[in-house]
């Protein structure tokens, strides 16, 4: 059981959006920054999104983040193949004293 | 560019011992606060310990499946982060990647537990 909680599977077809949801606590999401990560079949996780809505330089603005409370949301709008991958989120944890993960979604473009 | 590059995975039987390095380049690596994070064979990702840069007092954090059997260093001297790691058994499978603390990741290497 991963202590952030993703779903595990996501959709969409070319063109539209989606989002994948992050559930987490008080002192993980509640207190700390969330990040989020791409890998794409094979490869390295790449990072998508860091201190909740900001993205790296090369991360297309497709990718937007955002954080209410204990809960986090990655959206991903005009949706590409190549897209298809599994999407992760993470948090540090001032209780476990260490960085957290969510079990991954896996997103399928339909 | 930001460069990471694991090496030293391999097969150990368990209850063996195995050293994983991370060489980096690209940035400066003697301010940077390092992570290993890992991956089981199909399965997510695990975040497994870091160390803070010297100039914050180089500690590290561990998780509790590995703690008080891996150990992570670095040499700033040649820009490389170590995890040695002790005990293993087979849920220690996994690619294990280095990373500059969730930023930077490397493309990891497998560590297989196996008789």
């Known amino acids: 059981q991963s202590v952030l909680t993703q779903p595990p599977s996501a959709s969409g077809t070319p063109g539209q959006r989606v989002t994948i949801s992050c559930s987490g606590s008080?002192?993980?999401?509640?207190?700390?920054?969330v990040y989020w990560y791409q890998q794409l079949p094979g490869t390295a996780p790449k990072l998508l999104i860091y201190?909740?809505?900001q993205r790296p330089s090369g991360v297309p603005d497709r990718f937007s983040g955002s954080k209410s409370g204990t809960s986090a949301s990655l959206a991903i709008s005009g949706l590409r193949s190549e897209d298809e991958g599994d999407y992760y989120c993470?948090?540090?944890?001032?209780?476990?004293?260490?960085?957290?993960f969510g079990g991954g979604t896996k997103l399928t473009v339909l | 560019e930001v460069q990471l590059v694991e090496s030293g995975g391999g097969l150990v039987q368990p209850g063996g011992s195995l050293r994983l390095s991370c060489a980096a380049s690209g940035f400066t690596f003697s301010k940077a606060w390092m992570s290993w994070v890992r991956q089981a064979p199909g399965k997510g990702l695990e975040w497994v310990g870091r160390?803070?840069?010297?100039?914050?007092?180089?500690?590290?954090d561990y998780a509790a499946p590995v703690k008080g059997r891996f150990s992570i260093s670095r040499d700033d001297s040649i820009n490389t982060l170590y995890l040695q790691m002790n005990s293993l058994n087979t849920e220690d499978t996994a690619v294990y990647y280095c990373?500059?603390?969730?930023?930077?990741w490397g493309q990891g290497t497998l560590v297989t537990v196996s008789s």
């Open positions: 201190k909740n809505n």
């Open positions: 993470a948090a540090w944890d001032d209780s476990l004293s260490g960085w957290v």
């Open positions: 160390i803070k840069s010297k100039s914050d007092g180089g500690t590290t």
């Open positions: 008080s002192s993980n999401i509640g207190s700390n920054y």
């Open positions: 990373t500059t603390d969730q930023i930077y």
